[in-house]
């Protein structure tokens, strides 16, 4: 007997009408052309309204919105999720909450199994449980250039307090 296959997302904002037959076949193929997720091409393409997609997103996946609108993130809590890691799966860390052991995180994908196996891991050596967030594509990528800002910023401040030790 076989399993009945789960919708994609994809095929869910198709049914609700939120693009059309034309633009589900495009999206569709870039997706498996290019291997990119759905969510970043409807964003790229601008096909539907961001916190409509973000909303429907939510409904979908069944995780809470997180408006990173401003965020700025904190060296301490980034450095804890490898950079590569944050790429690959495509989620970065909130916070950290030491008092409920809570690892907060945003994710362009909540849903898929393999970022949140990844995600585990982590937390797992961390000694945290997790809460994940979906954000947008753009706020994902807005974060991922402040890994690489602070990361500059700490090795400036180390090679200069290495300076002063030197002198």
């Known amino acids: 007997m076989a399993v009945p296959q789960q919708k994609t997302f994809l095929e869910h904002i198709l049914e609700q009408k939120l693009i059309d037959q034309a633009q589900y076949d495009a999206v569709r193929r870039v997706v498996e052309e290019e291997h990119k997720d759905s969510m970043e091409v409807l964003f790229e393409r601008r096909l539907v309204d961001e916190k409509a997609l973000l909303a429907e997103k939510s409904r979908f996946a069944g995780f809470p919105i997180r408006d990173m609108a401003g965020f ?7 450095r804890e999720v490898p950079e590569e890691a944050s790429k690959h799966y495509r989620f970065f860390p909130i916070k950290i909450d030491k008092t409920a052991h809570v690892l907060e995180v945003g994710m362009v994908s909540p849903e898929d199994v393999v970022a949140q196996e990844a995600l585990q891991f982590i937390a ?3 000694g945290l449980k997790t809460q ?13 250039k402040q890994y690489r800002t602070l990361k500059g910023e700490v090795e400036s401040a180390l090679e200069e307090l290495q300076q002063e ?3």
């Open 72 to 78: 700025q993130a904190n060296y301490e809590t980034l």
């Open 124 to 126: 797992l050596r961390l």
């Open 132 to 144: 994940a967030f979906l954000v947008s594509p753009q706020d994902f990528k807005d974060v991922l």
């Open 165 to 167: 030790i030197t002198e």
